[in-house]
């Protein structure tokens, strides 16, 4: 993870000062891009705690094609990470339900991606099709971003991470994911983390091998809030990388993964550091 330390102190020290929409500040760098390799690990932030079920359980969500933050309670109840944008989001449209519902969140465009004429496309199980039969294809494409479905008023938060593409070659599967916007100090380890999980996952039912996980990042900022936060995180050591153990239950599609499928082995970290989340 020294690469996702680098580009912290990078943003540290040349990032530029810039407002946003929370109203809460950030120092900024755009177009940054790093490559982790799983043969030297899974890679977990070790210079904190990752909330490691709270991620699973956030991915499993995604996969499931739901844009209700019921299901993802019901996947992993002590998962809060998307509670205040459920909240703000109620307060946007003046609303007081418990419905759940958060507009048409990464879920839905990966699964249900809505055509012009009324038809649905499930990119990730075409993307896996591909894959499986034709690997050489330029187009193993999945994208969250649709800007007739990302106003303030359709969705709860439009994706920050908006577009990935798997590569084939020699039996070894990549993944490399653009994402347009990034906290790098809370969101971005769960980001990595959420992208190599499902590099795995998707190596695992197309029965090849996970080797990298690529990630772009346009504006990468550090709120101001968590710049303290940040410069604790730099002063710590980072520690061996983990291993990622997936149970094997003969799982034949996507969909057949659960909670309990996954374990980090001899994960080691420093303690967690808190911040609060920018709505």
């Known amino acids: 993870m020294q690469n996702y330390l680098f580009q912290l102190r990078h943003i540290l020290e040349n990032g530029t000062a810039k407002g946003d929409r929370t109203g809460v500040g950030t120092l900024s760098s ?12 899974f890679p977990a932030v070790t210079t904190k ?18 844009t209700n933050i019921n299901d993802l309670k019901a996947v992993y ?4 990470i998307w509670d205040a944008n459920y909240l703000d989001y109620q307060a946007r449209l003046g609303l007081q339900t418990t419905d759940g519902e958060m507009g048409r969140v990464y879920g839905s465009q990966w699964r249900h991606w809505r055509t012009v004429d009324g038809q649905e496309i499930d990119q990730l199980a075409e993307a896996i099709d591909l894959i499986k039969n034709n690997p050489d294809s330029r187009r193993i494409i999945v994208n969250a971003w649709n800007p007739g479905e990302s106003a303030p008023h359709q969705v709860a938060l439009p994706p920050c991470h908006t577009f990935f593409q798997f590569y084939v070659a020699d039996s070894n599967l990549s993944l490399h994911m653009y994402q347009r916007s990034a906290d790098m100090f809370l969101g971005v380890p769960f980001n990595i983390a959420s992208y190599a999980l499902l590099l795995h996952m998707v190596a695992k039912v197309t029965g090849l091998k996970p080797n990298e996980f690529v990630h772009t990042i346009g504006d990468a900022h550090i709120y101001l809030n968590a710049v303290d936060q940040v410069k604790i995180q730099l002063g710590r050591e980072p520690l061996p990388l983990p291993q990622l153990h997936i149970e094997d239950r003969g799982q034949q599609t996507i969909d057949d993964f659960n909670m309990s499928d996954f374990q980090l082995i001899d994960y080691q970290c420093h303690e967690a550091i ?4 920018a709505v």
Request: net charge positive; glycine share 8%; aromatic share 14%.
């Open 30 to 41: 755009f177009g940054l891009n790093t490559r982790y390799k799983m043969s030297q690990g």
């Open 77 to 80: 109840p002590p998962n809060k």
């Open 274 to 277: 808190k911040a609060e989340m």
């Open 49 to 66: 705690k990752l909330a490691w079920k709270v991620m699973v359980s956030e991915l499993l969500w995604f996969i499931s094609g739901s």
